[in-house]
C-alpha cells in the first residue's frame, strides 16, 4: 500500500489528469443534452435492464389473485362465428361481467375503449351501461392522444374523473390535447374510469407505465393504478410526495421518474402458452354464463373468479393489443396492467438509483480497476482480474434489482472501467518508462556536470571499435585535461573547481554533433567519441574545442570571471589502435604532449 501510495504521490499530475478525463466523461454521459452518444447509452442500458429483467424474473411469480380473461384467438373466432363482426354487440361483455360478478370477484377491469361507433345497438349498449351503475367494483378505460382538433374537437371531461393530487414540480406528466371518450353514459354511470395511454421507449420496448398524464391543465390517473388503490383501500387525496419523486400511498412507496412514470417489474410466465398470469378464454366464460342462464353444466368451476381481480382484455393479434416488453416479445397489453397492479400489490415496482449514487458506484469502481493496474505485476491477471471485477459487478447489479428493486447503471460503470483501465495501463507502462530512464541515467551519467560517465564511455568505446569492424569505418577519441585544474581548487575552493567543471562540460556538448558522445573521464579530464571521424577532422574539432574554450570568460561567482584552458590529445580507430586500452594510451600520449608544449593546444606525436 505504501508503494502505490509513493506511485501516486509521484506520478500524480498523471493519475489527476486521468480523473479528470473519467470525470467529463462522467459529466458527458449524465449532463450533456442529448446526443447521438447518449442516446446509445441508453438504449444499451435498456438492453441491460433486459437482460437482468429476463434473469430475475424466473425468480419471482405472479400472484395467482389476478385473472385475464381474454379475447385469444379460438375467442375472436367464436364471437366472429356468432355475431358475424367485430365490434361486438356491448351486452356481450355486459353478460361476461354478469357472470364474473356472480362468482364473487373482488374488482373487475376492461382494458377496452367503449366509445361510439357506427353499428351502435342502443338496447345493447344500455345492457352494458346498466352492469357499471350496478357492480361499482367496475373498472374502465379512456385513452388521450394529441389528434388536430379539426379532426376530433377536445372532448371536455367530467371533473369527477380528474385525479385529486398535486404533482411536484420536478414532476411533469406527458400532456395530451385531444381525448377519445367513451359512451358519455358510462361516464354518467361510475368513476371507475382511467387512461390506458402505454407509450413505448425508442426500441419499441414499454418498460414504464405513466401514472399520471395532463390534459387541460388537469391530472388524470392510469386506469390500473386506481382499481389497486381501491383495493388496498388507500385514498389518493391523502397521498404524498416525498424529495425523490417517491409517492407515498398508505404504507405503499411508488417511486416515479420524472415523467410521473412506473417502472414495471416483471414475473416469468409460469402458464401454459408463455403466459405470466392465469388465462381465461373470452369463450369459455361466455359459454358458462349461457349453461348456467339455461341451468346447465358450466364449463369452468364456480369458484373460478372467487376473490379474485379480473382483467378483461385481448390477445388477438389482428386487434393490434400485443406489446414488447423485456420479458417477451409478444405480450398483451392487458397483461401489462396485470403486472403494474401486482407491482404495486408486491409494493415492487422498481426505482432508479439517483445519479449520485450511481457516480459513486462508477468512481468506486475506476478506483479497483486503478488498484488492480498498479498491484498486479502480469498483464494476463490484471485482465483476468478486470473481466472478473465487471462479471461481479453485474451479478450485484442484477442481485439489487431482484433483492431490493433498484436500477443501477451498468453501461456507463462498464464503458467508465475499460476507459480507466486502459488509461491505468498506459500511465503505469510511461511510469516504468520514466523510471527506466531515470535509471538508466543515474547509472549512466555524472550527477556534477551531466556527461555521460566512466562506465558508459568504455561501453560505448568498446562498441564502437566492434561497429567499425564490422562496417569497415572509423571513428576517433578525443581526450581533455583543464589545464591547472588544481589551482582553481586551492584558489577559490572546491565549489569553483565544481562550476568549472559544469561550465566546461557544457562548452564541449556546444561544440559536437548531437551523434558524438561527450563523456566525463575521472577528475577533470574528459573525453569525446566522434562518430565516423577521421584524425584529421578530429584534430580540427579538438582545436576547435579548445579555442572556443580560451576564448570565452568563466563566471565562477557574482565577482569572479577567470579563464579557463585545456590540453587535448586525439586518436583515431583503426590507425593509432584497435583497442580501447591502444585508442586511449595513444590519445593519452598526445594529451601529454600538449602539456609539455605549453598547455591549451591539441598535442599530437610526430
Not at 377496452?112 to 344500455?126: C, Y
Not at 421507449?201 to 390534459?215: A, E, M
Amino acid at each position: 500500500m505504501k508503494k502505490f501510495i509513493n506511485i501516486l504521490f509521484r506520478h500524480r499530475f498523471d493519475i489527476i489528469y486521468g480523473s479528470i478525463l473519467i470525470l467529463f466523461l462522467l459529466f458527458m454521459f449524465i449532463f450533456f443534452p442529448k446526443t447521438e452518444t447518449k442516446n446509445i447509452i441508453n438504449a444499451m442500458e435498456n438492453k441491460s435492464f433486459d437482460l437482468r429483467q429476463s434473469i430475475i424474473s424466473k425468480n419471482k411469480k405472479s400472484s395467482d389473485d389476478i385473472v385475464i380473461v381474454s379475447v385469444d384467438d379460438p375467442s375472436y373466432e367464436y364471437l366472429l362465428d356468432k355475431y358475424g363482426d367485430w365490434p361486438i354487440p356491448r351486452d356481450v361483455y355486459a353478460q361476461i361481467l354478469e357472470y364474473i360478478q356472480s362468482q364473487g370477484a373482488k374488482y373487475v377491469g376492461f382494458d377496452l375503449l367503449f366509445i361510439k361507433s357506427l353499428n351502435r345497438i342502443p338496447q345493447s349498449d344500455n345492457k352494458l351501461i346498466n352492469s357499471f351503475k350496478k357492480y361499482k367494483n367496475t373498472y374502465t378505460a379512456l385513452n388521450f392522444d394529441n389528434y388536430s382538433k379539426e379532426l376530433r374537437t377536445p372532448p371536455v371531461i367530467d371533473d369527477k374523473l380528474k385525479t385529486k393530487i398535486t404533482l411536484p414540480d420536478s414532476i411533469k406528466p406527458f400532456e395530451f390535447t385531444n381525448c377519445r371518450l367513451i359512451l358519455s353514459e358510462i361516464i354518467e354511470a361510475t368513476k371507475n374510469i382511467g387512461h390506458i395511454n402505454t407509450p413505448k421507449s425508442d426500441d419499441g420496448f414499454i418498460r414504464q407505465i405513466p401514472l399520471f398524464i395532463k390534459y387541460n391543465n388537469d391530472i388524470y390517473s392510469f386506469m390500473t393504478f386506481k382499481l389497486a388503490l381501491d383495493s388496498l383501500n388507500i385514498d389518493i387525496e391523502k397521498s404524498h410526495f416525498d424529495k425523490n419523486n417517491n409517492l407515498i400511498v398508505g404504507n405503499k412507496k411508488i417511486p416515479l421518474s420524472n415523467n410521473a412514470e412506473a417502472i414495471l417489474n416483471w414475473y416469468s410466465p409460469k402458464y401454459d402458452g408463455d403466459y405470466t398470469f392465469k388465462y381465461i378464454s373470452f369463450w369459455e366464460v361466455l359459454k358458462s354464463y349461457e349453461a348456467k342462464k339455461n341451468n346447465n353444466k358450466e364449463i369452468l368451476p364456480q369458484d373460478t373468479f372467487k376473490n379474485k381481480i379480473v382483467f378483461i382484455g385481448t390477445s388477438v393479434f389482428s386487434l393490434s393489443d400485443i406489446k414488447t416488453v423485456p420479458v417477451s416479445k409478444y405480450m398483451p397489453g392487458v397483461e401489462i396492467h396485470a403486472t403494474l397492479l401486482n407491482n404495486i400489490i408486491d409494493n415492487s415496482l422498481i426505482r432508479k438509483a439517483s445519479n449520485s449514487q450511481n457516480i459513486l458506484i462508477t468512481v468506486f469502481l475506476a478506483f479497483i480497476c486503478i488498484m488492480t493496474v498498479f498491484k498486479i505485476r502480469s498483464v494476463t491477471i490484471g485482465i483476468t482480474l478486470f473481466g472478473i471485477i465487471n462479471i461481479v459487478f453485474l451479478y450485484i447489479s442484477t442481485y439489487v434489482m431482484e433483492k431490493y428493486n433498484i436500477w443501477i447503471w451498468t453501461i456507463i460503470p462498464l464503458i467508465t472501467t475499460v476507459i480507466t483501465f486502459l488509461y491505468s495501463y498506459i500511465i503505469k507502462y510511461l511510469i516504468k518508462s520514466r523510471d527506466f530512464e531515470y535509471t538508466y541515467k543515474l547509472a549512466t551519467t555524472d550527477g556534477l556536470t551531466e556527461l555521460y560517465n566512466h562506465r558508459y564511455f568504455q561501453e560505448q568505446i568498446r562498441f564502437k571499435i566492434k561497429q567499425a569492424e564490422r562496417l569497415n569505418t572509423t571513428f576517433s577519441l578525443i581526450i581533455a585535461d583543464i589545464d591547472f585544474f588544481k589551482k582553481f581548487n586551492d584558489t577559490y575552493g572546491h565549489q569553483a573547481g565544481d562550476a568549472v567543471l559544469k561550465e566546461v562540460a557544457k562548452t564541449l556538448k556546444s561544440c559536437v554533433r548531437s551523434e558524438d558522445y561527450v563523456c566525463r573521464y575521472g577528475g577533470e579530464e574528459m573525453t569525446i567519441i566522434l562518430n565516423n571521424t577521421n584524425r584529421e577532422s578530429a584534430y580540427l574539432i579538438a582545436k576547435k574545442v579548445c579555442d572556443t574554450i580560451a576564448s570565452k570568460k568563466y563566471q565562477l561567482t557574482p565577482d569572479l570571471e577567470v579563464n579557463v584552458t585545456l590540453s587535448l590529445g586525439v586518436a583515431s580507430y583503426p590507425n593509432d589502435g584497435k583497442t580501447p586500452s591502444a585508442l586511449i594510451e595513444y590519445a593519452d600520449k598526445c594529451l601529454y604532449k600538449a602539456k609539455e608544449n605549453g598547455r591549451n593546444q591539441v598535442g599530437f606525436i610526430e
